[in-house]
C-alpha cells in the first residue's frame, strides 16, 4: 500500500528555520508531482510547493524566496527547507505526491509547524 511519512514539524521561533522531510513507498511507476501543502488555523489547505519529475518547481507567492524545495525522484524523497520563517507560517504541513500510474493523488499524515515566540 501507499505510503507518505513526513517528519521535521516543530516549535520555532520567528526569523528560524526548519526542514520538513516526506519519504513516499508503494508507487511502482514513479510520481509526476511531489510536494507540500498547508492548511493553517481557521483556513483551507492551500499549496506551498510543487516539484515536478524532471526538475521544474513553483512556490506560492508568500513564500517564495524563503522555502527552497527539493527531491531526489531515485528514492521518491521530497523535503522542504523553511527559512526565515514567520508566525503566518504556523499550519500543518501535507506531503503530496501524484503518480504517473493509477491511483493517486496521497496525501501525507500532516506534521505541526509552529512559529511563535
Known amino acids: 500500500q501507499v505510503q507518505l511519512v513526513e517528519s521535521g514539524g516543530g516549535l520555532v521561533q520567528p526569523g528560524g528555520s526548519l526542514r520538513l522531510s516526506c519519504v513516499a513507498s508503494?508507487?511502482?511507476?514513479?510520481?509526476?508531482?511531489m510536494g507540500w501543502y498547508r492548511q493553517a488555523p481557521g483556513k483551507q489547505r492551500e499549496l506551498v510547493s510543487l516539484?515536478?519529475?524532471?526538475?521544474?518547481?513553483n512556490y506560492a507567492d508568500s513564500v517564495k524566496g524563503r522555502f527552497t524545495i527539493s527531491r531526489d525522484e531515485t528514492k521518491n524523497t521530497v523535503d522542504l527547507q523553511m527559512n526565515s520563517l514567520k508566525p503566518e507560517d504556523t499550519a500543518v504541513y501535507y506531503c503530496?505526491?501524484?503518480?504517473?500510474?493509477?491511483?493517486?493523488?496521497?496525501w501525507g499524515q500532516g506534521t505541526q509547524v509552529t512559529v511563535s515566540s
Open positions: 508503494g508507487i511502482r511507476f514513479g510520481i509526476n508531482y
Open positions: 503530496y505526491a501524484d503518480p504517473y500510474g493509477r491511483g493517486g493523488p496521497y
Open positions: 516539484h515536478a519529475a524532471g526538475g521544474s518547481t
